[in-house]
């Protein structure tokens, strides 16, 4: 979508006015006004990725492109725009409407009708409308930079002509392309060379006789400041390994394209610039003697307000996807070669020190682990009572941050459980009732929120028990048979009577709402589903392998 917006046709003049972009602020007041009018819609769109989070407004667009699709189009297009904005383990993922949702959470969206798509596709654009507002009513000119083609120089949009609403900067002619640095110049960033260098120690440069007056807590509280800002080097450095030795390399190689990338490495661009600027603000208040007197403000504007909610989206986005991204490069080390010398060879130069890139991959994870913990240490070394609650509310905030990431990635890896699931998944044992057989057949597990999983034995009578393995979700409990690679949904009956007959089936698929649970006196391990259905009440003796695996 992003390339069919930015490559509709649109007239233009060679000449370029004396207009600046502050006489003409009125065409970013409404999204109707800057999809008027490409180009402005070119720097709207620049501005909103570098400053903000852009699925809304991504999403918007596509939204449009529907509005002059055909019968046959549409389905495929809402597909596409289901899996890029609407499905759980989108990148893009949007605020959806909860008529949609729940529908979406019971349909499959190419089972669904033109109508009902092009209806979720509305309902869907208007949701974004409050954020894409939001983004809009402070800005009265864009003043960010834009690449040129051979520059290095950026060019402040503040400088920019305006001619029958083209924007573009002085000297620059029409359709001339806008991009941004290449590879090789962003690997020669300059602050890669400094964080390949170890950071001084505060010890090392304060002047012995400021060292001698500091108390013992003083001391102390300096170290654990000193941690903090040399854990932060080492971590930028790692994420720029990433970025330069693997990234940007297999991209320029084309052993993987700019898309798969983005989803093995989601923002991570956004994550090493949030991180540098982090480590160049400790950085500076380092500058007096290396003694570092307040840094409770710098703490609060990392992680704190809504510098600390974009971080926590950003660094969730990326956690979240960690499994599934070393799963993919395993399987693509297998299959490929090529790509799998490529990744042996990266790992052998000397910028990895020695770590493999399925060590890299998780670092953010663990470094957002130890900044509770480095911040409380901080807090407990500093006397100055209002410092002390800043830093102590900072690292609330790093908890906070953690317990949410911990939370995306949880559901990450039960979404991937589920899909594994679900490509397994068989149900023509459900074909002996026909009822649930015509419910459940195109039952789709990925589209449900899993709560737990895990081995039970399904007590069928005295004589019959089954291995099985449980999948309880928001509004099902489901008994899967693993039979070689297939996961079986298979109906049970107490007695071979009720098998020919199809009557009195135990379902493995068990509605919450119509069950409820009791213990089982005798077995401490074990307990009862009690489920009532149209052929009427049925009971399920279920055996965890262990009291606190029943609890849970």
Not at 426 to 431: A, F, P, R
């Amino acid at each position: 979508p992003l390339y069919l917006i930015l490559h509709t046709p649109f007239s233009t003049h060679h000449s370029l006015s004396t207009n600046t972009v502050d006489d003409h602020s009125s065409h970013f007041t409404s999204i109707e006004l800057v999809k008027s009018r490409p180009t402005h819609l070119l720097v709207f769109l620049q501005h909103v990725i570098l400053q903000f989070d852009c699925s809304s407004l991504l999403c918007y667009l596509h939204a449009d492109l529907f509005k002059n699709l055909s019968t046959k189009e549409t389905k495929k297009q809402f597909v596409e725009f289901y899996n890029s904005f609407l499905d759980k383990s989108a990148i893009l993922r949007v605020q959806i409407p909860h008529n949609v949702s729940f529908e979406l959470d019971r349909t499959r969206p190419d089972l669904l009708s033109e109508e009902q798509q092009r209806k979720f596709v509305q309902d869907v654009q208007l949701a974004q409308a409050p954020e894409i507002i939001l983004i809009l009513s402070p800005i009265p000119f864009i003043p960010i930079p834009l690449y040129l083609p051979h520059s290095s120089s950026p060019v402040l949009l503040s400088s920019i002509s305006v001619d029958e609403g083209v924007l573009l900067p002085e000297g620059v002619l029409p359709g001339l392309s806008l991009s941004g640095p290449t590879p090789q110049q962003e690997e020669q960033d300059p602050r890669l060379l400094e964080l390949e260098q170890d950071p001084p120690n505060w010890r090392e440069h304060t002047p012995p006789d400021t060292l001698k007056d500091l108390s013992k807590k003083e001391t102390k509280r300096q170290e654990v400041i000193n941690e903090l800002f040399a854990t932060e080097h080492a971590h930028v450095r790692m994420l720029s390994v990433l970025q330069t030795v693997f990234w940007k390399p297999l991209e320029r190689e084309e052993l993987m394209t700019a898309t798969e990338l983005a989803t093995i490495f989601p923002s991570l661009d956004e994550i090493i610039d949030m991180h540098y600027a982090f480590y160049e603000h400790l950085k500076k208040l380092r500058q007096h003697n290396f003694i570092v007197k307040a840094i409770g403000t710098t703490l609060l504007n990392r992680f704190g307000g809504t510098e600390g909610e974009w971080f926590q989206k950003l660094t969730s986005r990326f956690c979240s996807h960690q499994t599934w991204a070393l799963e993919q490069l395993k399987m693509r080390q297998k299959k490929d070669p090529r790509f799998n010398s490529f990744i042996l060879e990266a790992e052998s130069r000397p910028q990895c020190r020695r770590l493999q890139l399925k060590d890299i991959i998780p670092t953010e994870m663990q470094r957002l682990t130890k900044y509770p913990l480095l911040l409380e240490n901080i807090a407990k070394c500093t006397e100055d009572t209002l410092e002390k609650e800043s830093i102590q509310q900072s690292a609330e905030c790093c908890r906070k941050i953690l317990n949410h990431v911990n939370e995306e990635v949880k559901q990450m890896e039960n979404l991937l459980t589920l899909k594994d699931y679900q490509r397994r998944l068989d149900t023509s044992g459900l074909k002996p009732s026909n009822e649930l057989y015509l419910e459940y057949k195109y039952l789709d597990l990925a589209q449900r929120r899993m709560i737990y999983e895990g081995p039970l034995t399904w007590r069928v009578t005295k004589e019959k028990t089954l291995e099985v393995q449980c999948v309880l979700l928001g509004d099902l409990l489901v008994l899967l048979q693993k039979q070689d690679d297939k996961m079986v949904l298979k109906c049970q009956s107490k007695s071979n009577i009720a098998v020919q007959e199809g009557k009195q089936m135990l379902s493995p698929i068990i509605k919450l709402d119509s069950a409820f649970l009791r213990e089982v006196a005798t077995d401490r391990k074990a307990f009862y589903v009690i489920f009532t259905w149209d052929s009427g009440a049925q009971i399920y003796e279920l055996v965890a392998q262990s009291v606190g695996e029943r609890k849970k």
